[in-house]
């Protein structure tokens, strides 16, 4: 049996783990921290389990299409209800406006919000980035990564020129954003996407519009936060027969004869493989750690390229005077300041904030629980976690700055409320090398897509997988990756059994056999 070493437990790692086991190969992951899921994490406050990582759970087909393959149901193991309301935005007490599921809804509560022309507006953004998705669903996002136009334009098909020009990659996202709509509210509001990335929506393409668009196709509820899909992965990866190993960290990957043989543990054991699929960011291995195989099996990329980081309060907080629902957006009133600041190494002065009440239901219809609730709280940062120590008087100022976001649109948290603040800072530890980026490397120009890491590296026998490589950020992408990193494998350990058998049954008669058909 063949056998593959898996570094991390994240989403990608998972996805790999569940569709190598039940294709019959051997799977051992090895995982530093003490439970699955990566940055699908929990963290107590208040003596409550908070979600620490992504809240925003999209393409359900992908998992779907993950458990099937693996003879199982995603219904009989996660329990997952469609959100009717997608997001709650406020720009000040009286500015409010839902998205909804229903995109009919959606461009009701649009011209009732701001006209009949902006109803206009979100008809041709919404057909703009259906079309973009529908162009790069297949061909990019599910497909192997391409390192230039001209191999994406061949999957496209190459009597299909305009479809290249029609996904608009060497316009800025808020260009675009402003042909379709003139409110400027409706205007940042979609360009928010592009934080969906890592990225700032005026240096990201107007491609990644199609974010929009993936929303749109429905947005679900998972009972128990991500951590509860994480598990919900390990269980059946287990099913099939992969092993697990938690709390102990790769120190190196290892190569025999010009490829990847295993890897050596941080306690000095060794693990034989025959492939290695590291679920971390590229930046890790670039900087060597997981030594030196590692360090030149991939590109590092300079910290200017880095996505963004952030600072996110978990809490267990009473509220008042603003109806959250599940996730809401309170609007910085200065958007290009907000990114002007992170471009200069600082947290906004004047941010927008992301609000997830854990505790809130699906619907419009909210209803407030009964004293605390869970919260995470997201503000952008710059990703300096690895150059820059954020003080007290830092962290107070930006707790401050948030604070005063959510006030001028109505929300109130009690003053004395239990949280815990995550920095750039605690986000390098958890992520190391990254300065704290949460998403890899920034969606920033038109070659941004090409640039970013593949699946497959310099070292043969190595592989990545996560949110950091291809295709891109967020927990669906994440999963592709994962099954990208499978197949990837699996042709590699298919080529490996064909030359091992053409070697032991040839021998030194192939070589004869080969002159005389040039002879």
Not at 227 to 243: E, I, T, Y
Not at 279 to 304: C, E, M, S
Not at 375 to 387: C, E, K, T, W, Y
Request: net charge neutral.
């Amino acid at each position: 049996m063949s056998q593959v070493v898996i570094i991390g437990a994240g989403m990608g790692g998972l996805v790999s783990a569940c569709l190598l086991a039940a294709r019959g190969v051997g799977v051992t992951v090895i995982e530093k921290a003490e439970h699955p899921g990566g940055k699908a994490r929990q963290i107590a406050v208040d003596g409550k389990l908070v979600d620490a990582g992504p809240t925003v759970f999209t393409l359900r087909d992908v998992f779907e299409d993950v458990f099937r393959d693996c003879g199982a149901n995603l219904a009989d193991h996660v329990a997952i209800r469609p959100a009717e309301v997608i997001a709650r935005h406020a720009w000040g007490d009286d500015s409010r406006l839902d998205l909804f599921a229903d995109p009919a809804h959606t461009e009701s509560a649009i011209g009732d919000f701001a006209g009949a022309s902006a109803a206009a507006g979100f008809r041709s953004f919404r057909a703009e980035a259906a079309r973009i998705h529908g162009i790069l669903d297949k061909s990019m996002m599910r497909g192997s990564k391409v390192s230039w136009p001209l191999p994406l334009m061949w999957r496209i098909g190459l009597w299909r020129l305009g479809d290249l020009v029609a996904i608009r990659p060497y316009e800025s996202m808020w260009k675009v954003l402003g042909e379709h709509f003139a409110d400027p509210r409706l205007r940042q509001l979609y360009a928010r996407y592009a934080t969906y990335c890592g990225s700032s929506p005026f240096d990201t393409p107007a491609t990644l519009m199609l974010v929009a668009n993936v929303e749109a196709q429905g947005m679900w509820l998972i009972d128990g936060g991500m951590s509860a899909l994480a598990d919900a992965l390990m269980n059946l990866a287990k099913s099939h027969g992969a092993q697990f190993r938690f709390g102990v960290a790769v120190d190196q990957i290892e190569t025999a004869q010009g490829r990847a043989s295993g890897v050596i543990l941080a306690d000095g054991q060794r693990i034989v493989a025959d492939a290695v699929i590291a679920n971390a960011d590229p930046a890790a291995l670039a900087a060597g750690r997981f030594g030196p195989v590692g360090a030149r099996a991939v590109r590092a990329y300079p910290a200017r390229k880095r996505s963004l980081s952030a600072m996110v309060w978990l809490a267990h907080a009473r509220t008042s005077g603003f109806p959250l629902v599940r996730h809401n957006v309170f609007f910085s009133s200065d958007y290009p300041r907000e990114f002007a600041d992170i471009k200069h190494g600082s947290p906004p002065a004047d941010p927008s904030v992301y609000v997830c009440a854990q505790d809130r239901g699906a619907d419009a219809a909210a209803i407030q629980p009964d004293g605390r609730e869970r919260l995470q709280i997201i503000v952008n940062a710059p990703a300096n976690g690895d150059s820059h120590t954020y003080t007290n008087k830092e962290m107070d100022q930006c707790t401050e700055a948030m604070r005063r976001s959510l006030r001028r649109c109505g929300l109130e948290l009690e003053e004395a409320w239990p949280h815990t603040l995550l920095t750039p800072n605690t986000f390098e530890t958890f992520l190391p090398s990254t300065g704290g980026a949460i998403y890899g490397r920034a969606s920033h120009g038109w070659a941004a897509s090409f640039l970013r890491q593949g699946t497959q590296t310099r070292i043969p026998g190595v592989f990545c997988a996560g949110g950091s490589t291809h295709p891109g950020a967020g927990v669906p992408m994440a999963a592709l990756s994962g099954r990208l990193a499978m197949k990837a494998v699996m042709q590699d350990l298919a080529s490996m059994r064909k030359f091992h058998l053409v070697a032991t049954v040839g021998g030194m008669s192939m070589r004869s056999a080969m002159m005389e058909s040039t002879g």
